[in-house]
C-alpha cells in the first residue's frame, strides 16, 4: 500500500502541473490590449463571456497588483469540437487570455497553449482541433495590438 502511495505521488510530483504559457509582448496598454483582444473576438464570431479586471479586485480589498485583466471568451465550433474528444474539456473551457503589466512596465499577454490546456483528457496532442485552437489564439492576440 505505501509503495502505490509513493509511486502515485512520484507520478504527480512529475506531471506538470502549471503549463508553459505563451506569451507576447504588446506595444498597448494592458486596457487597450484587452480592447483590442475583445474586438477581434467579437469580430471573430465568437462569444466574450467575461473581463476580469485583477488589478480592481485587488484595489477593492485594499492591495495593490501591477495592471492586469482577464478576458475569457469561446467559440462553440471549436469548444464543441474538443468536447467531442473528450466532454471534459469542458473543465478547461473558454478559453482565457490574459493581458498584464510586467516588473518592467511593459504589457505582456499569456495564454496557455491548447496541447497543455486539454493535455490528460482523451485528446490527441496532433489533433486538429489542438491547431485550430492555437491557430485562433495566435491569430486573436495578433489583432489585439493592430
Do not use: C
Request: glycine letters at 10%; proline letters at 5%.
Amino acid at each position: 500500500m505505501k509503495l502505490a502511495i509513493t509511486a502515485a505521488l512520484i507520478g504527480l510530483s512529475t506531471t506538470t502541473l502549471w503549463a508553459e504559457n505563451m506569451m507576447k509582448p504588446s506595444p498597448l496598454s494592458v486596457s487597450e490590449t484587452i480592447d483590442g483582444l475583445e474586438a477581434a473576438v467579437t469580430g471573430a464570431g465568437a462569444t466574450v463571456f467575461a473581463r476580469v479586471d485583477h488589478a480592481a479586485g485587488a484595489q477593492s480589498v485594499g492591495k495593490s497588483i501591477p495592471d492586469a485583466t482577464l478576458l475569457i471568451f469561446g467559440n462553440p465550433a471549436l469548444g464543441t469540437l474538443a468536447m467531442e474528444g473528450d466532454i471534459r474539456a469542458g473543465l478547461m473551457l473558454p478559453l482565457r487570455v490574459l493581458a498584464y503589466e510586467d516588473a518592467d512596465g511593459n504589457t505582456q499577454l499569456t495564454w496557455t497553449p491548447a496541447e497543455d490546456l486539454l493535455a490528460g483528457l482523451d485528446i490527441a496532442p496532433d489533433a486538429e482541433v489542438i491547431g485550430k485552437i492555437n491557430g485562433a489564439l495566435g491569430m486573436l492576440t495578433d489583432k489585439a495590438m493592430q
